[in-house]
């Protein structure tokens, strides 16, 4: 196995070298045998002691050149011309075997680079855990999202809020380019770095836009679309992001960086779990609002390169349409609903108006309405349940098949805060038992799982988390 280094192929200003730290006592607490199989690096698996020191840092792959990303972000509305991997390194890249598809392998925790600024690069255990156990359970959701191949907890202590022991996970994603990246070179006037830097990306992730007449206009509008589709994903399932800053926005539309951000228990439009987010900023019902900025400041960047300012804001126009047409498709298939119009798509609303009112669990109650399909007694979702029942009724599948189709979209289980929160809690104290029961029951979300029911279930009022914390 030997890893290839496109991106350390480009110019040097794009990035700094680093190197990774080693710490005293590495060990192994994950290891994800179904991502190491399609990207074709099963074969490290059967040597544990050097699984152990090539993903805590300590020993480096054959063929890899580490290095630290420069980028650039809006962080919360403020404009930062420099941020850069201040605590990951990207060992280098891979081509999966399976797909074709080429990934980053990079390691997030592990010691400082150029960019650190004054932190000190490390990790806590805590968001290695959190970021394993939300990123794999968005992918078996069918989510596009970076990806977790491996954790290890290094036997150091990290001084945080209090101490905490050190963890570095090892991060999978189809690329780390961020709308910050783009920012960063046009923040410098830099036109030749943001040229070869459009053009790299535009290879990498939207070949077809390469050979279109407009190429930078062409990604510019791939890019929209698959933002919209991510944003409308996330707002089916209920997942806050909670820090959509445009150093968090990747490009290849594939969700970046698990800090603080929840999936919904009880359902409010307006729902905010970030600690940071003290204006509401990035709440749930924010989020196709907050992409559209993020975009607009990549549109920014991109019309230094071609087209003017109006080419780019019709392209932004169509994010709108998109995300809805995504939104209500998939917000009718949890309803059981095949085809999606204007009164399928009302019933949409009035559902989450009455969750809202209500108070109620939001994956929960999906689960808890189609089971009412096969009650006779008296409503439990009000009116609204009369009247998505005469629909579901007139549907040519009727019940049955609005039931196959509510059973295959709403998750029985997702990775609930104080769930993370419990399994966190348990490996500091060196017990990972909640961690790997997670793992096993997310891998498999649309199940029921005897003897996992527990899963399943909304905190009861002392095990509520309120507020997710900044993923240092
Ligand atoms: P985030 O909020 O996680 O997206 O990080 C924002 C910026 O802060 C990025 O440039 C990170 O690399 C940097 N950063 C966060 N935590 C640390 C740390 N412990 N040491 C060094 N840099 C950090
Ligand atoms: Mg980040």
Redesign the pocket.
């Given at each position: 196995m030997n890893l290839i280094n496109s991106y350390a192929q480009l110019p040097e200003h794009f990035y700094a070298h680093t190197q990774t730290a080693s710490v005293p006592k590495p060990a192994l607490i994950a290891w994800n045998e179904d991502l190491a199989a399609h990207l074709g690096l099963n074969d490290l698996g059967a040597d544990k002691e050097s699984l152990v020191r090539i993903f805590s840092g300590s020993e480096p792959l054959p063929g890899g050149k580490t290095i630290a990303m420069a980028?650039a972000?809006h962080?919360f509305g403020h404009f930062v011309p420099q941020?850069?991997?201040?605590?990951?390194a990207l060992l280098g890249e891979v081509v999966s075997p399976v797909d074709g598809a080429r990934y980053d392998i990079q390691l997030k925790?592990s010691g400082?680079?150029p960019?650190?600024?004054?932190?000190?690069?490390?990790?806590s255990l805590g968001p290695v855990i959190r970021e394993y156990l939300l990123s794999e359970a968005m992918h078996r959701l069918g989510v596009p999202t970076t990806r977790a191949l491996a954790a290890v907890s290094t036997g150091e202590m990290?001084i945080r809020e209090s101490d905490e022991p050190g963890g570095v996970l090892t991060r999978v994603a189809a690329s780390h380019i961020r709308v910050g990246t783009f920012q960063f070179f046009a923040a410098r006037n830099d036109q030749d770095a943001l040229a070869e830097l459009t053009h790299y990306a535009t290879a990498r992730h939207y070949p077809d836009a390469t050979t279109k007449e407009r190429p930078v206009l062409a990604f510019f509008s791939e890019v929209v679309e698959a933002q919209a589709k991510l944003i409308a994903h996330w707002m089916a399932l209920g997942f806050i992001h909670g820090?959509m800053?445009t150093?968090?926005t990747a490009i290849s539309g594939e969700t970046l960086?698990y800090?603080p951000c929840a999936f919904m228990d009880e359902f409010h439009i307006d729902k905010v779990f970030s600690s940071i987010d003290q204006h509401g900023r990035y709440a749930y019902g924010q989020q196709a609002n907050m992409a559209q900025w993020n975009l607009a400041r990549l549109a920014e960047c991109l019309m230094m390169l071609e087209g003017e300012q109006e080419d780019y804001e019709s392209a932004l126009e169509r994010f709108q349409p998109h995300f809805e047409a995504h939104y209500f498709a998939l917000m009718c298939e949890k309803l059981g609903l095949a085809s999606h119009n204007k009164s399928h798509d009302e019933l949409v609303t009035g559902w989450l108006q009455h969750l809202q009112d209500h108070q109620l669990d939001y994956s929960l109650s999906f689960r808890q309405l189609a089971a009412r399909m096969n009650k006779n007694d008296s409503p439990v979702f009000g009116q609204f349940e009369i009247r998505w029942l005469q629909c579901i009724d007139e549907q040519p599948g009727g019940r049955q098949s609005a039931g196959q189709l509510m059973a295959s979209t709403n998750p029985v289980v997702i990775p609930r805060n104080h769930q993370v929160e419990r399994a966190i809690q348990a490996a500091f104290q060196g017990d990972f038992s909640v961690f790997n029961e997670l793992r096993q029951v997310l891998a498999e979300p649309f199940t029921e799982q005897p003897g996992f029911a527990c899963y399943s279930e909304p905190p009861l009022a002392h095990e509520r988390v309120a507020m997710t914390f900044?993923?240092?």
């Open positions: 980028y972000g962080q941020l850069g991997d201040g605590r990951a925790g400082q680079t960019f650190s600024r004054r932190g000190d690069g490390k990790s990290v820090v800053n150093d968090n960086d800090g900044c993923g240092t």
